[in-house]
C-alpha cells in the first residue's frame, strides 16, 4: 500500500478534525449570525440616528449613546469575529488570514465586554450574565488557541466551537427580549427588570445546545471506534 507523503497526511488529519455539522446547527447558526449583523446594523444607525420620544427603543438607544466609542469598540470588532466564523469552522474555506485576526478579535471583543457591563441596562442581573457567559468565551477561546499552537486540530475545533457557540448567544437574547417587550403590558416588565433575564437565557441555550452536540459526538465516536 503506497504511503501518502507527509504533508498530505497532515492535510487529511486536518480535514477530519472538522465535524459534520448537522442541519439543526447549521441553521441555529446562520440564523443568528443573520440576527448578530442586523444587531450590529441597526445599533450603529441608532447611534448614528437615535429615536426620538419616549419609546424603550428611545431609552436604550441613549444609554448606548452615552458610551458611543466604547460601543463601537464592542459590537465592530463583534461583527467582523462573527463574519470570520465560517472560514474558521469550515474544513472547505479554512485558511491562516483568518486564524490570524479570528483569535485577536475575539480577544478584543472578551475586553471591550468587561468594560460594556459597567453600563449594563438590566443591572447586575445582566451584568453577572456577563461577566460569567464572557469569562466562558475568553477561556473557550483560550484554549482553542492554545491547541491551535499546538497542532491539536480536533480539540482547536471543539474549543471554537464552544466560544462560538457562547458569543452567538447575544443574537439569541434577541428573540427571548421580543418576546419580553411583546407581553410587556401583561407583565408589567421594563427593560431594566427583563434585559438581565433575557441575558441568562439567551446565552443559557446556545452554551447547552453546543456542549450537549459535542459530547453526543464523543459518544457517538467512542461508539463507532470501539
Not at 456577563?130 to 477561546?141: A, D, E, I, M, T
Not at 410587556?184 to 446565552?203: D, M, N, V, Y
Amino acid at each position: 500500500m503506497r504511503r501518502l507523503p507527509e504533508g498530505d497526511e497532515a492535510g487529511k488529519r486536518t480535514l477530519r478534525a472538522y465535524p459534520v455539522y448537522p442541519g439543526w446547527l447549521k441553521a441555529g447558526f446562520w440564523v443568528c449570525v443573520a440576527i448578530a449583523v442586523a444587531v450590529v446594523a441597526r445599533r450603529v444607525i441608532a447611534l448614528a440616528h437615535p429615536a426620538q420620544g419616549g419609546s424603550p427603543m428611545a431609552g436604550l438607544d441613549a444609554v448606548f449613546a452615552s458610551h458611543t466609542a466604547l460601543t463601537l469598540a464592542h459590537i465592530l470588532p463583534a461583527m467582523v469575529f462573527v463574519l470570520l466564523t465560517p472560514f474558521v469552522l469550515s474544513r472547505r474555506h479554512t485558511s491562516l488570514w483568518s486564524e490570524r485576526l479570528f483569535y485577536p478579535l475575539g480577544a478584543v471583543v472578551a475586553v471591550t465586554a468587561y468594560a460594556m457591563s459597567i453600563y449594563s441596562v438590566g443591572g447586575w442581573v445582566e451584568r453577572s450574565a456577563v461577566l460569567f457567559f464572557n469569562s466562558l468565551f475568553l477561556f473557550s477561546l483560550g484554549q482553542a488557541y492554545l491547541l491551535m499552537r499546538r497542532g491539536e486540530m480536533a480539540g482547536k475545533i471543539r474549543w471554537t466551537l464552544r466560544a462560538v457557540g457562547i458569543l452567538l448567544g447575544i443574537a439569541t437574547t434577541r428573540p427571548v427580549m421580543g418576546a419580553f417587550f411583546a407581553t410587556s403590558r401583561l407583565s408589567h416588565l421594563e427593560p431594566k427588570q427583563f434585559f438581565g433575564i433575557a441575558f441568562w437565557i439567551g446565552f443559557s441555550i446556545n452554551t447547552i445546545a453546543v456542549e450537549l452536540w459535542l459530547r453526543s459526538r464523543v459518544r457517538e465516536t467512542t461508539l463507532v471506534d470501539s
